[in-house]
């Protein structure tokens, strides 16, 4: 069993904690509310009065913190992490925060000779209290290796996210996706109810398609993931069909400002001579726009 | 067996024709290609001069054509279907058109006392030739039903869109969907690569949250859908999330429209009060500036 | 002194023919409103029953309609124009309609060997009364000067837009950039109220510099219409700024799609290596999204 | 005469310091490029080794810095410009940095016992050469008029933007507006060559209306500015003439996000039941959009 400080006790990182707590470890805890630290301490937790305090002496420290200039103040700020910390400890950082921030942090320990890495949480406040959360983890192979044991102690999988940063930047993809789509779902939704269509219908046939499944696993794998750029389905078809559904919802008064984005985004494919290439070669498209270079010959 | 007029015999057409001959049905075929219908007649098919000779005495004509202009030539046009068409007879356009259009052949056809539904399919030329397309059929109850197992021998499953026009509705819904969900999907494997994060990393971590399921079926039955916006994860926070991948997609050289449109949705939803509810209630806040009235006390 | 045959009698078109009576030129009137019609016959003019009665040996046919199919029908349709119009006549559409529809009926009146030209008007119903409309002439040269007379009497500035269909297309591209202006100009200025900056100061500002004046005759004309993509102001700081206007604005809950749009813009300029650019590259930039040749070297 | 500490001699910054000095003031500047003190010192100016130092006894300290850590920095750092300010003494940020950051350093100078006012500029660094550069000041009344004649020595025409802060924000606005409506402009011009319209034709046409003169002192000031929304050119059409607009587009590969985005605004005008008010009315749906109390009755 680790000697482990935790700083950040809010809704994640209390339960977090209290799973450490459980499964035998030894805390010593840090928050600016003292009320959170006294839960923490009724637990088993010894108090401490300033991350530097908590710090001195862990094996692991790990910060899980509203944002991340927090995080830099724990770690260099007055009666911060480093003034007190072992250069055998691991730091890790489970807190969501701007990848470019969270690289500055990782240089900076790494030039004063400490060792940290990033493991930011999938999933909901639920799996933190049961210890079910997911683990993203970045990191060298060692270090993650090292805070395996500890990080499965909050969560039920860990996925190593391929070396330092990677574990806050996968977490950076995986949110954008889901928060835009989230807003796309909403446009295709109220399309459906202004036309009149029973969503459950919608849902039963997207529920069979792309729509609904999602293009990285259906359309992508065989086409443009492949180099294989031949039309299952055309970009001038899609293109069209994009033009037909915005032309019904401004008819029906839905503002669909993703949709409108998107047909812009088929027309410059269009533009640049895609027209007739399958609609997965968007992502060849958009890799091209980005200044990447081409990986399938046109 | 049924007397069936088929009219259109392109990528999709041809197929689904040879597999009603297939099942044993009579069939008359008409298209602007004789090649096509040689190909037919070939089969076992009669061939026709035009629609109207096409259909006549048939006790189904089906539509299958690339616009809904066509479609309403081959109707009312010169030497048109509507001009042999017994009354007793079901026309079913089986077109992916557009859905005013629609309404509007399926208006004409009933005041002139004729039967019309739509019932266009889903799925690729590949699943037209083994029969076993995905056909969404939009018509009154008998009409469906006495479709059906016409319509059966082209496809593998029927799903029935809940009335007249719910057919090429829920089709153009589900396209819109899969189309713009191709290019927002685009923006985040590009981010990605920009970020040096391993794609089967991100697809990992995504198959398992709505980034990648979908919200449909995740995030929304039990929030939205139920009425309940109580927070699971705040619409301050998804907005937080996404400006942070903005930035980092601008200092990457990643253009990401259809993101940066969708910040500005959850922009107007905080604005709109909006900022401590669940993430979910976008659909809501898209519904009520779609003119819609609201489901939910705020 | 000339035989004109004006149909479409509503805002702007009946004030208009009237002043075609005024300056004594003789007309023979249509409009489906009956009362429209009377009250031009009380001004001196001839009512007719059809398109075709109004046309019969008019020298010039003036069309003021809502929408293209409305002008096809007039022309083409039963008891329309073409029936009686007479080779010598020359037809004048001066409705706002869709371009490539009135090229096609450009086209199909010339292989029936009539004499057609666009001339949509610029400016309000007050100016059609006042007689001060501006005229966007779209012919040939031949066209233009047989019809000027005859459109002088309604407006008071005729502007040759440089050949048939092209009357009709500089006023798409006008009200397109006005109408889209317009929702820009609303994102500033609701900025500007936001952030509690008087709207005052702000145009006090704005009237000395390119936000207010346009860029078609302040940044432009000595940088990338001439070739010199040199940096007055880079694209890099160009989008800096627009990145804090729109960080700002996201705080301040004022939604800014199309601010939002144009970042991304900028974000691809800078993909595309023009960072360091003039911020007039933008249109060689945009230029070739279009798919057109590239006119400066990078 | 006054005694000047100027801190940022960079592409700006050096030609201000210079006019200050060709103007009587008695100059200490401070760079870290030591080349650029060096120009100054040639010039009569006293070189300082640090802000602080040439901060000592000056009455006015203005800084020219890229952005607004780098104020920060300069103000509140080690040998940092408030370690040897005094009370008297007024300090002038004319740097363009983040508004919300120019208010923590406004509230933080003051807290301190420090006049702080914040005094952008407008034009280019011909301008900045020349001192005829344009000076936004924001601060209060007697900051304004005690650093006047300071500020003139640089530029030819200063705007009090209405206190502190103001002058900041009015940039930003004005650069917003500016930046964004090229990428507008870019559009309109691209679509203008994709149809084969003269360039030069559009510019005479949109000089003389709201698309070249902007909105702001022409279709504004007697409708939405005034309250009244009654139509002189309605929402609907102009939807409608939007989306004309982006299908020519679209059929001529001409990608406008901006344009798309901005139709669906008018699309939501519509939603809320805007359709048959003046298209001024964007700026109030916009407005309420953004949370802010309606101000016209509809």
Redesign the interface.
Known sequence: MAFVAFIGLGQMGAPMAANLIKKGHQLSVYDVNRQAVEVLTGLGAKGADSPSAAASGAEFVITMLPNGDLVEQVLFGESGVTESLSKQALVIDMS?I???QSDRLCQKMSQQGFSYMDAPV?R?SDHAIAGTL?I?AGGTEAQVEKAKPVLMCMGS?L????GPG?GI??????????????????????????????FD?????????????????T??PNKVLKGDLSP??MIDL??K?????L??????????????????????A????RGRED??A??E???I????TPKIKQ
């Open positions: 969501t701007h990848p470019l999938g909901t997911l993203l999988e996925i190593n996210a391929g990677m930047r996968v977490k950076l993809i995986n949110n954008y996706m889901s928060i835009a789509l989230n807003a796309l779902s909403a446009e295709a939704a109220v399309l459906c109810e202004a036309l009149g269509l029973s219908v919608a849902l039963q046939v997207m529920s069979g398609t792309p729509a609904g499944k999602g293009h990285f696993t359309s992508w299952a389905f899609a293109h069909d994009l033009g037909i559904a032309d019904v919802a401004n008819q029906f008064h839905v503002p669909m400002p993703l949709g409108a984005a998107s047909r812009e985004v088929y027309n410059q269009r533009a640049a001579g609609w997965t968007i992502l498209q958009v890799r726009c980005a200044g990447l």
